[in-house]
């Protein structure tokens, strides 16, 4: 066997550090500096990361299961490494904007930590086997988050979310089983690289079954339309910290999955399946958009416009070029940082004047200066304006759907559909352009409900943003801008692995 | 070296030893008996790695056989008894409350030596190749269950219990027979290997009174592990026995209802024209069980109740796995699982007996806020839900997993995807004490739950042991015959 991956060691701060909350340690202190030690951990890992070599770094391997080929392997490449960023930032700002609760905050740390070591371990598998069971580690943490400090309908919110998971996670592992047995006897692997390999010598067959199984295991768990009515709801219900990291890092598990294995392994049926899958991202875009703008609540809202968001993620993975691949990819980091300042700062609204009805709220901007301010930047970053990483992953979805589906395919999809001389996913592109303008709608009008307007006398005295949440909220923010300002940091980081995984 | 059929007797004898114990009064303590049976079941346990080949007799006429699977199995069900036993001492109060006794203590001596005769015939029928076998030593067990499922002399529900498993064994019982006899007047042999060397030679004429004798059979060990349509007796029985018995039944007695049915059915998968009427009958048993048990289970509020549909619904993927049993891999699943499944099972029976004597009751409500009194227990039964749920990192994954990539191989779709809307039900009814420990407030006044020195250390290695496993299967794969 290989030497241990440093990678290791990113899954086991977390552990580590949920086993001595549970032994008695100080929850926030040791939850605090773990999270903080495994983004140091990470930085230093990325600056030894060598970009300009293709595959996965820092690879260690482990037999689990020979018989089945399920092996226990670690690794990055570029595109790991951006979502492992996510995750650990992303983690880093859920626990500095907890507020423990009253009663046993210790479960309360030792969920959030199990969710992070459970995204940590997904994004650095090779092996897909592993990569499923450590999205699943999150399962209970999410139902005891959820059901005991959620507010709201939390009950029938943490029911929901746990059920739908549970059974999209079980298609997932039917299509997972499918694609193993798809491979040719006596050279069955779980191993990422291996099926990669197999799938490029042409010795997987393209089956549009496995590939339905995948697409709507992982889509359940991504919100896909019309799978996604649990997620506006839990996220809801959800405390901040909690809604952050699912919403903001666990859910791109699911598009991460269908990027990584569907992309290479069938192109051909995503091709022969195209309009189902741009039926469901339309629902996910115009549809879910419109439920968007028709939300009084800022917390259903925020949820709704995180399913919406999707959508776009989908229509950069649906396109199959380099171009959206890449889009997507850079997409899913933007939208997890957008997301978790939005539930962040939500929460911290939420903490501070007790309600998030629209029609309660209004003009606390005056009284919350600098929590005003970094929603603006939030919610601008969130509809994608220049300068955010959010608008060149959206360009860049855009402009790679536009130009559809390599040219050898898309001559049948022409002739099949075409509507005004647009062919099927450019329409769908016009669409989800058109979606901007929703989400600029209830953006800027939760905006306006929010802070804008007169100021209620019973609003006159609340406190501003102060302390490690607004550290946290601030770390983020200038994340965004710095990306959105060099995003070829990112592409050149992504695309190999998407070239040449 | 140890002659095998050495362990059945010295259990046997460790039994009358125990028996006569207690009679002449040789301990005052009722539980020193539990304390002597767990000393002698760990001895024979450890005899088991010293067997030697078995004797030439025994090979020549062929009704006791010791392979890799027996001996496997022998080691499953003395396991299970000593935890069953380790469950009892700590169930002895509730035991002796329930039983009317002129001295104090009086008559619960039994409690602790009945499960030693049961253990015997467990491990016989773990060996037994012969119909005759077969039969004698599923009667040892099941006549000394129904003794210990209906203990409880003053509890009605645990009459009840005993009477209903009582008329309904006896009918299976019936079953079984009738089946043996239209198998021998077929085949002019009780013994599995000979049928398997005759059945090829029986006329077409006489299969469909084969197939009879064999839905006869099918019908007595479907009781006995459980299956629906033969499953009426469980939920009730469940719930009436006292807690160690119900765990004893849920774990043991199916584990080697199991082994008895993959002995028998083997003979007749050999023979194409039989093949696919079984592996039909099979299919729909699987269907039938999968669907009942996890449906039924979703409304419970009892939780002796709700494992007991849980065993049903477990019964359900295993017999996915043995329909599946084609594929190479598939025996080692079908073991797996019930290896998994007696680490979960009796973790769970092992926390509920503390949390029942703390709270007075065994419903799900009993549960509630155990994680403000017990963290510790909590999180184990925890760990005990999740994996009879099938959450990933622990054993009960795996062993699903292992049974569905089996059935899909053998193409059969249907299972599965029943499979997949069982489990999401399954998700529903565990999460259910999940809930009630960490959702739920304590009631007022509850104090921690008070959980003896050797079952927290029970609790803490099958606990341990789930997450190992869930981990890192390979270590009980390796050793599977």
């Not at chain 2, 099938?390 to 009960?396: A, M």
């Not at chain 2, 029943?418 to 809930?435: D, L, P």
Request: hydrophobic share 55%.
């Amino acid at each position: 066997m290989s030497t241990v991956s440093p990678l290791l060691f990113l899954i086991l701060i977390p552990l580590v550090a949920a086993v001595l909350v549970m032994l008695g340690g100080k929850s926030r202190t040791v939850s605090l500096f773990a999270s903080a030690l495994n983004l140091i951990l990470l930085l230093v890992l990325a600056s030894k990361f060598r970009a300009s070599e293709a595959g996965f770094q820092f690879v260690s391997s482990f037999p689990v299961v020979p018989q089945l080929g399920i092996n226990f392997i670690l690794g990055a490449d570029g595109l790991s490494f951006v979502m492992l960023f996510l995750s650990t930032a992303v983690t880093l700002a859920a626990v500095a904007v907890a507020r423990p609760p009253v009663e046993n905050d210790r479960w309360f740390y030792i969920s959030l930590l199990m969710i992070s070591a459970g995204v940590i371990g997904a994004f650095a598998s090779v092996d897909v086997f592993l990569f499923y069971m450590f999205h699943e580690l999150a399962l209970i943490p999410t139902f005891l988050l959820i059901g005991i400090w959620g507010s709201g309908d939390r009950q029938a919110a943490a029911w929901k979310a746990t059920i739908y998971l549970a059974t999209g996670s079980f298609v997932l592992l039917l299509g997972l089983i499918g694609l193993y047995l798809l491979q040719p006897l006596g050279d069955r692997s779980f191993d990422l690289r291996h099926i990669i390999q197999l799938a490029e010598t042409g010795l997987i067959p393209d089956n549009p079954i496995v590939y339905l199984l995948l697409l709507f295991g992982f889509g359940t768990l991504v919100s896909l339309f019309p799978f996604h009515t649990w997620a506006p709801q839990a996220y809801a219900s959800a405390p901040a910290p909690a809604a952050m990291l699912h919403a903001g890092v666990l859910k791109k598990f699911g598009l991460y999955g269908l990027i990584r294995i569907c992309a290479p392994v069938f192109p051909e049926s995503i091709q022969a399946l195209l309009p189902l899958l741009l039926v469901l991202i339309v629902g996910n875009i115009l549809y879910v958009g419109y439920v968007t703008i028709a939300q009084r609540k800022l917390d259903t809202m925020l949820g709704y416009s995180s399913v919406m968001h999707m959508g776009y993620i989908f229509l950069g993975f649906a396109a199959l070029n380099v171009v959206s691949l890449t889009g997507a990819s850079l997409m899913l980091l933007s939208h997890g940082l957008t997301v978790a300042i939005l539930f962040a700062l939500c929460g911290e609204i939420r903490e501070r004047t007790g309600t998030l009805e629209f029609s309660e709220l209004g003009g606390i901007a005056r009284a919350t200066p600098k929590l005003g301010l970094s929603f603006g930047f939030a919610a601008m970053a969130s509809v994608g304006l220049p300068g955010f990483i959010g608008f060149a992953s959206e360009l860049m979805v855009f402009f790679g759907a536009f130009v559809g589906q390599p040219t050898d395919m898309r001559a049948q999809t022409e002739a099949a559909a075409e509507v005004f001389r647009f062919n099927s996913i450019q329409v769908v592109t016009i669409c989800a352009v058109w979606g901007i303008v929703i989400s600029a709608i209830y953006m800027l009008r939760a905006y306006r409900k929010i802070f804008m307007g007169p100021l209620p006398e019973r609003w006159s005295r609340l406190p501003d943003l102060a302390g490690l949440p607004r550290v946290a909220v601030v770390l983020l923010i200038g994340v965004m801008l710095f990306y959105g300002f060099f995003p070829q940091l990112l592409v050149n980081l992504v695309t190999p692995a998407l070239l040449q995984p | 070296m140890i002659d095998p059929v050495i362990l059945e007797v010295s259990v046997v004898v460790l039994g009358i030893f125990l028996l006569m114990a207690e009679a002449f009064g040789l301990t005052k303590q009722k539980s020193t008996l539990a304390w002597w049976a767990i000393g002698g079941l760990a001895a024979v346990f450890i005899g088991t790695f010293f067997i030697g080949p078995n004797s030439n007799s025994f090979e020549v006429s062929g009704f006791y056989v010791v392979d890799g699977l027996s001996l496997f199995f022998k080691r499953f069900v003395l396991i299970s008894t000593i935890l069953v036993l380790v469950m009892s001492v700590d169930y002895l109060p509730i035991v002796q409350r329930l039983v009317p006794a002129e001295r104090p203590g009086a008559g619960s001596g039994e409690f602790f030596i009945l499960p030693v005769f049961t253990c015997a015939g467990l491990m016989w029928m773990t060996s037994a190749t012969d119909f005759i076998m077969i039969f004698c030593a599923l009667e040892l067990v099941t006549i000394s269950f129904y003794i210990q499922v209906a203990y409880l002399r003053r509890s009605m529900s645990s009459l009840e219990a005993g009477t209903k498993y009582l008329i309904l064994g006896a009918l299976s019982t019936g079953f079984l027979v009738y089946g043996i006899t239209w198998f021998f007047g077929t085949t002019g042999q009780t013994n599995l290997v000979a049928i398997r060397e005759v059945l090829p030679l029986v006329p077409v004429a006489n299969h469909p009174a084969i197939l009879f004798g064999l839905a006869l059979v099918l019908v007595a060990l479907g009781f006995k592990i459980a299956a629906a349509p033969f499953q009426f007796w469980v939920p009730d029985v469940y719930q009436g026995a006292p807690t160690p018995v119900t765990a004893y039944l849920a774990v043991a007695s199916k584990a080697a209802g199991f082994l008895v049915l993959i002995r028998v059915l083997e003979p007749f998968f050999t023979v194409p024209s039989f093949q696919n009427k079984l592996f039909l009958a099979l299919v729909l048993l699987a269907l039938l069980t999968l669907i009942f048990g996890n449906l039924a289970a979703i409304p419970q509020t009892n939780f002796k109740r709700l494992l007991g549909y849980s065993s049903i619904a477990h019964a359900g993927y295993l017999l996915m796995g043995l329909a599946a049993i084609g594929d190479a891999f598939a025996g080692r699943a079908v073991v797996f699982y019930l290896s998994g499944y007696l680490l979960m099972t009796f973790l769970a029976f092992l926390i509920l007996v503390p949390v029942t004597k703390a709270s007075g009751g065994d419903d799900i409500s009993h549960f509630n806020g155990l994680a403000r009194r017990s963290p510790g227990l909590a999180l184990a039964m925890l760990i005990a839900a999740a994996s009879l749920a099938g959450v990933p990192f622990t054993v009960g994954f795996f062993g699903k997993f292992f049974i569905f990539e089996a059935a899909m191989n053998q193409g059969l779709y249907l299972l599965v995807l029943v499979g997949i809307v069982t489990v999401a039900s399954g998700f529903y009814y565990y999460f259910k004490v999940i809930r009630a420990m960490y959702w739920q407030p304590a009631p007022e006044d509850a104090g921690p739950v008070a959980v003896t020195k050797t079952s927290s250390v029970a609790i803490f290695i099958l606990a341990t042991l789930i997450l190992i496993l869930g981990v890192y299967p390979q270590l009980l794969i390796g050793i599977l015959p």
